[in-house]
């Protein structure tokens, strides 16, 4: 790959990653705003949650954060942790906007993790996590991740959950 690949191959990923990271907060809401109400779970809880999802759905390994932690989250997310899949699984069956920017998003990492680290990345515990997600929803969007239509697809999902979080902000500011 020449110098100017390397430039515009470096300038994809960051503006994959800004989308992502925008994909990632804009769900961490919707969940938090779902779950608020679950099992009496306060708002620590509900903040640990609805972020043990989101990794979860972005393919990273919960067992590893749950480890990495310090007391006292590290015990309040050993009481949830095992039960993150269920929650992204309810979460995923649910909104089908949030399975469609994940899939699209996972996709996307995909192409980059492989583009970057080759045959090694298929056997690896990411690359597992990532396809078992795929493998459920994947069916439901078969269209390739293109450039555009990927950054439209984030565009329009965080148009389309923006009341929604505006009013979970409002909420969160009267406590």
Known sequence: MGLMGKFAAKALKKEFQQASDIVKTTTYFCLFNEYKDY?????????????LVIKYLSGDDIREIYNSEIEPRKSKIGKIKDQV?????????????????I?????????????????KYLTSEPHKRIEKILLKYGKEFPL??????????????????????DNLKSTINKI
């Open 39 to 51: 099992n009496g779970y306060d708002l620590e809880m509900t903040d640990i949650l609805a972020g």
């Open 103 to 119: 899939v699209y998003t996972l996709r996307v990492k995909y192409e980059f993790e492989y583009a970057e680290k080759g045959n």
């Open 85 to 101: 899949a269920k929650y992204a699984e309810n979460s995923m069956q649910k909104d089908r906007d949030m399975r469609e920017v």
């Open 144 to 165: 390739k991740a293109e450039r555009r239509m990927y950054l439209d697809l984030v565009k329009n999902y965080c148009k389309n959950k923006k009341n929604m979080i």
